[in-house]
């Protein structure tokens, strides 16, 4: 009985090493990893409607406020670098604010 106590309590104040992070993901107009561009094409002409939902879970143990800015970039534009943390140089067209973020924030964007 004594060890089940001592086991407990240890247990108790013992540092919990959980991942804590933030999940960002991309779906399609079906909401679904897949048909991301109408007929399997990625380049997209001027005045193309495409739909995308950008979502967030968070997995932070507590709310967190949640901020996302879209880019959407060409093959020749400067690509985020991620090994330095550098995002591209280049303007967002959409920022996406959640607070606190303890549910799924989703929008849909017509670019």
Known sequence: MLLILVIALFSTFWPRSEMRFFELGLLDKNKTAGAYFA????????GTQVKWFVFVHNHMGNAEKV???????NSTMAQPINSKN?????AFFQELSSCPATIEASRA???
Do not use: A, M, Y
């Open 39 to 46: 007929i399997d094409n990625s380049t997209l002409e001027i």
């Open 109 to 111: 964007t017509d670019c």
């Open 67 to 73: 901020s996302v800015r879209i880019k959407l970039l």
């Open 86 to 90: 550098t995002p591209s140089p280049f």
